[in-house]
């Protein structure tokens, strides 16, 4: 399956400022890139639909002025947590999405912190 | 809206007992099923997955899984245990309709003691 990378794994920031993630296809062209966000203990939730070349898509309930998603590239989508809070504190997740195969690959996550 | 369902929250086995999760979900037309697990300090891998045909489906690692559409159910399943399967196991559903986008099950988080 495609190989998976975000960057940082790691992040700290205090409240009020951006945070950008970036979500990188290491051996795959992805036209389709999703972003999650995981809370500790619970399961996945889809926070939106990363289109290369065009606007994401949004799932219910998901501020798209306030977690900006750019997919510039068929290797690159960015996250960025505007303005963050520390309700924003949570481990987020991107993954690619193998049409062919049909099938998603995950990506190792992001733990945000938000003091 | 559909839902995945995992039964178990957390089970906790001794190496070599078997080994079933239970996955349900609730849409009623075409669904496409997968397994994945997130081992601790890892990204998800896919164990499995259900597009059609035999519905007893084997994946890595010596799990397997069968699907059974009259009971919405999507369990996993494995003999014998090893204390390296250790992890979340989250199942999820994708309709066919609706692009790459899954739904994932809330997860059961897996203890093998050895």
């Known amino acids: ?115 | 809206a559909q839902s995945v369902s995992q039964h178990n929250h957390h089970v906790i086995l001794s190496e070599a007992a078997s080994l079933e999760l239970g996955c349900n979900y609730s849409y009623g037309g075409t669904v496409n099923l997968f397994w994945y697990v997130q081992y601790p300090g890892q990204h998800l891998q896919l164990l499995l997955k259900y597009f059609s045909g035999d519905p007893l489906v084997k994946g890595i690692k010596g799990f397997e899984a069968e699907f059974i559409k009259s009971k919405f159910s999507f369990n996993l399943r494995k003999p014998s245990v090893q204390w390296s399967d250790t992890a979340e196991y989250f199942c999820a559903v994708k309709r066919p309709t609706q692009g790459g986008k899954l739904i994932f099950g809330q997860g059961t988080e897996l203890s093998v003691k050895p």
């Open chain 1, 1 to 115: 399956g495609a190989v998976v990378s975000q960057h940082p794994s790691r992040v700290i920031c205090k409240s009020g400022t951006s945070v950008k993630i970036e979500c990188r296809s290491l051996d795959f062209q992805a036209t389709t890139m999703f972003w999650y966000r995981q809370f500790p203990k619970q399961s996945l939730m889809l926070m939106a639909t990363s289109n290369e070349g065009s606007k994401a898509t949004y799932e219910q309930g998901v501020e798209k002025d306030k977690f900006l998603i750019n997919h510039a590239s068929l290797t690159l989508s960015t996250l960025t947590v505007t303005s963050a809070h520390p309700e924003d504190s949570s481990f987020y997740i991107c993954s690619v999405w193998d049409r062919d195969a049909d099938t998603q690959y995950f990506g190792p996550g992001t733990r945000l912190t938000v003091l």
